[in-house]
């Protein structure tokens, strides 16, 4: 079965830091791409960042670049997202998920084929 434990949000002030964790199971880690997802308050879900575990490769929403960061950890299925400089409008659930593809299409993220099912996410939270 494959689930997803998402973990490591919390309140933090405007320009803050914080470190998510996504720990994975019931797949093939290495040959996988995972994403975050977030959904703020009366928003749609949107993809925020993906890594491609074949060849390490890293995907950004344009708001995040330079922002956020996205690594894995094959040797512990994780994949963590380290967020600085945050802002209100990071605050939401942030989820992880495994993908079939991400990528880059006309300079923006394009994320597809999503796999499994939703976890509880993590709560994000950036006071102004």
């Known amino acids: 079965e494959v689930q997803f434990v998402e973990s490591g949000g919390g309140l933090v002030q405007v320009g803050g830091s914080l470190r998510l964790s996504c720990a994975a199971s019931?797949?093939?880690?290495?040959?996988?791409?995972i994403a975050w997802f977030r959904q703020g308050p009366g928003k749609e879900r949107e993809g925020v960042s993906c890594i491609d575990n074949t060849d390490k490769h890293t995907y950004y929403l344009e708001s995040v670049k330079g922002r956020f960061t996205i690594a894995g950890d094959n040797a512990k299925n994780t994949v963590d997202l380290q967020m600085n400089s945050l802002e209100p409008e990071d605050t939401g659930v942030y989820y992880c998920?495994?993908?079939?593809?991400?990528?880059?299409?006309?300079?923006?993220?394009?994320?597809?084929?999503?796999?499994?099912?939703w976890g509880q996410g993590t709560q994000v939270t950036v006071s102004s």
């Open positions: 998920r495994r993908l079939g593809l991400c990528t880059y299409i006309g300079g923006r993220l394009y994320l597809s084929g999503l796999e499994g099912d």
């Open positions: 019931g797949f093939s880690f290495d040959d996988s791409a």
